[in-house]
């Protein structure tokens, strides 16, 4: 497990390593300014090269390429003062000279509207996000694994059809176009009906009761991010279990006499569990990049909101920071995934 862990994680970090170098050539490579956009375009041309000096833009770009990296790794060569050193929040480690190797947190530089640290900004914006993940996952696992075993239990029916057209018809349509639905439906025309709002936050401000949660919001967000997933694991759910009911172990328990609902949950339901297991796992990284276009329909304050506002004011350190903060969710969820198959299934192996 020791060994399987460490192999991971190093394959997980030379992915984050491609994804640095990727997304930091594609941002320089794009049409825009930066200093022109903290300058303002009234700014002299001292001011301009101050700032650009003071965010490194100055420099050629592999020297550029090897800041930046510098900074986002964990382990990173800094001066060896206190200040160098209490800049990144870490602990010096290897002295070399007026430099140290240092122990830190990923610097993600800070953000051109805000001067703020772009790890601060993403923290700030995660909770928004990782809620209506969980909840859209919640729903997609809890509706599309017993949708499933209805259909499983009967093959070829009505029943069976209906549920197969209906994800079908849940994986084709697009998410932002079925979030633009079910916003005007049941959070504009139906709203009187439902209670519910076209836009909300998780927490609301209320004069006399204060700051308190409002989970209504969280509905309709969840329910447009959570279609898709829904359908996929109605249909993982379905073939997976009438796969496991045709095994002579099946036989075997209901010639014993076990009930039906001991044969199906006790016994071919575990086992049909490892691919849906394997799909919630990656789908839920997958549902918070996936949340962008969701929240921002929604007007919910996430990672996707903040993510695209920073991509239309022209403020990379944002962008570069969201992308690689999603990208190590995916190397992490895929290990906990492989972890949780291994568990669950005791004929895998790691390796």
């Not at 025309?189 to 936050?201: D, E, F």
């Not at 919001?217 to 796969?243: C, D, K, W, Y």
């Not at 276009?293 to 004011?313: D, S």
Request: aromatic share 10%; net charge positive.
């Amino acid at each position: 497990m020791i060994g399987f862990l460490f192999r991971r994680v190093w394959q997980g970090a030379l992915v984050l390593v491609g994804v640095a170098l990727t997304v930091f050539f594609l941002f320089n490579v794009l049409p825009g300014d930066p200093v022109a956009l903290l300058a303002g375009q009234r700014s002299d041309a001292a001011t301009r090269a101050a700032i650009a000096a003071d965010l490194g833009l100055d420099q050629p770009l592999p020297l550029q390429l090897a800041g930046y990296l510098n900074d986002v790794s964990p382990l990173g060569l800094h001066p060896r003062d206190s200040a160098g050193v209490a800049k990144y929040g870490g602990v010096a480690l290897l002295p070399l000279g007026k430099q140290a190797v240092v122990l830190k947190k990923p610097y993600l530089r800070r953000s051109f509207q805000s001067n703020k640290e772009v790890l601060s900004i993403l923290a700030d914006h995660f909770t928004g996000t990782l809620w209506l993940a969980l909840a859209a996952m919640a729903l997609a696992a809890s509706v599309g694994i017993a949708l499933g075993i209805v259909a499983a239990l009967h093959p070829h029916s009505w029943l069976d059809r209906a549920l197969i057209s209906v994800s079908v018809l849940g994986i084709s349509v697009p998410s932002f176009v079925a979030a633009i639905l079910i916003a005007m439906t049941f959070g504009f025309y139906w709203s009187h009906w439902t209670g519910l709002n076209l836009t909300g936050q998780l927490y609301e401000t209320d004069p006399f009761m204060g700051r308190h949660l409002a989970l209504r919001n969280l509905l309709l967000p969840a329910f447009a991010l959570g279609i898709r997933p829904l359908a996929v694991i109605v249909q993982l759910t379905r073939s997976s279990m009438l796969e496991v009911m045709s095994q002579d172990y099946i036989r075997t328990a209901r010639a014993k006499g076990l009930s039906g609902y001991g044969v199906v949950v006790g016994h071919a339901l575990r086992n049909a569990l490892n691919p849906v297991v394997t799909a919630v796992s990656g789908w839920l990284a997958s549902l918070m990049a996936g949340a962008f276009f969701i929240e921002y329909i929604f007007n919910w304050k996430g990672l996707g909101t903040v993510t695209l506002r920073a991509v239309e004011n022209l403020d990379f350190p944002v962008v570069m920071g969201a992308t690689i903060f999603i990208a190590a969710l995916f190397v992490l969820v895929n290990i906990v995934v492989d972890v949780l198959y291994a568990v669950l299934d005791p004929r895998v192996k790691l390796s």
